[in-house]
């Protein structure tokens, strides 16, 4: 069964979600059992697109492929595994890895990405599912070339509200360890973190805060202008973004790496809590070691990035970064 989702500016062109069901009864009711079911996702890499190609690196932007998972996830709980549309998604992991970096590299034409995608409804209720798993194996071309994963909750309107005002009250009663001096820092050259143009800039100059961590401002005002889903929340595409700017700076600052061939190529998160736009967001990074290198012999930068609210943590990272040069 092959479904179109619809473009949006942060995610354009036509995009094709089939559905690889087990029966043949799912082709007839157009709906999936409450199992585990497989999609195939495709769609063309976007060429001259004002973000994903608004770099000096080059490379496609992972940003892209963890957004089709997004995207195919929500469009699959609502259409197939019939999670009523007034049910909150909120985002428990996410993660997304590079395997291949050569097949991540711009070609002179256009590319197709393809993503072999699985999907675990968990926690079934009444046959609807109040969570999905989902796995995904990344191909560019008919490349495999990387995966990504993420694990959704579905929560009703009344306990996603209650969620995010306690994590508000909590959030506003503390304070930030090191949020002046990070605030003081400035904000760096766009290049700095792997862009051409200011307004992509999301996070701030590192300063020094306490045990050897970087703290960075994020700039949630800033994201939402060009990541906004259209929700009043911090878009859920702001950690992977701030994540990989605060990794090419921090990678820069701890490692001398050069930003202008580092490529993030893991990233594993763990969301803790709501972050609200309204109030200061902080990224506190640490290194994780000495550097490694990988199978070709270049240097890979492992680092912990905790996200902040006041001192309250609401997502905890895991990133690595290549040197590619």
């Known amino acids: 069964m092959d479904s179109s989702v619809a473009p949006t500016p942060l995610f354009p062109g036509l995009q094709h979600l089939v559905h690889k069901p087990d029966s043949p009864e799912a082709y007839l009711l157009g709906t999936a059992a409450p199992a585990r079911q497989r999609f195939a996702f495709a769609t063309e890499l976007p060429e001259s697109h004002p973000l994903y190609d608004d770099t000096p690196l080059p490379f496609h932007d992972l940003l892209f492929p963890v957004e089709g998972l ?67 194996d990344v191909a560019i ?74 703290v960075l401002r994020v700039d949630t005002a800033a994201a939402a202008a060009v990541l906004s889903d259209g929700s009043d929340e911090v878009p859920a595409a702001l950690y992977l973004e701030a994540s990989r700017q605060a ?8 490692h001398g790496f050069l930003p202008a061939h580092t490529l993030l190529t893991r990233w594993r998160a763990a969301f803790r809590g709501y972050a609200e736009p309204g109030l200061a967001l902080h990224c506190a990074v640490r290194a994780k070691g000495a550097t490694v290198r990988d199978a070709a012999g270049r240097p890979q930068a492992r680092l912990h990035l905790s996200f902040l609210q006041g001192e309250r943590e609401v997502a905890q990272v895991s990133a690595t970064a290549l040197q590619d040069c």
């Open 247 to 254: 990794t090419l700076l921090a990678a820069a600052e701890l």
């Open 141 to 214: 071309d008919g490349r495999r070339c990387g995966t990504a994963g993420a694990r959704l909750a579905f929560l009703s309107p009344g306990v996603h509200r209650a969620h995010r005002e306690a994590g508000r009250l909590r959030s506003e009663r503390s304070v930030t360890a090191g949020a002046d001096g990070a605030e003081r820092a400035g904000s760096p050259d766009p290049g700095q973190v792997g862009r051409r143009t200011a307004r992509h800039v999301f996070v701030g100059l590192p300063a020094q805060g306490p045990d050897d961590t970087l």
């Open 70 to 136: 997004r995207r195919a996830a929500l469009f699959a709980a609502r259409q197939y595994f019939r999670v009523p549309d007034k049910r909150v998604t909120a985002i428990a992991t996410a993660g997304t890895e590079i395997t291949d970096v050569d097949a991540w590299r711009h070609t002179d034409g256009p590319a197709r990405i393809s993503l072999d995608l699985t999907l675990t409804p968990v926690d079934v209720v009444t046959g609807v599912p109040r969570g999905l798993t989902c796995e995904a």
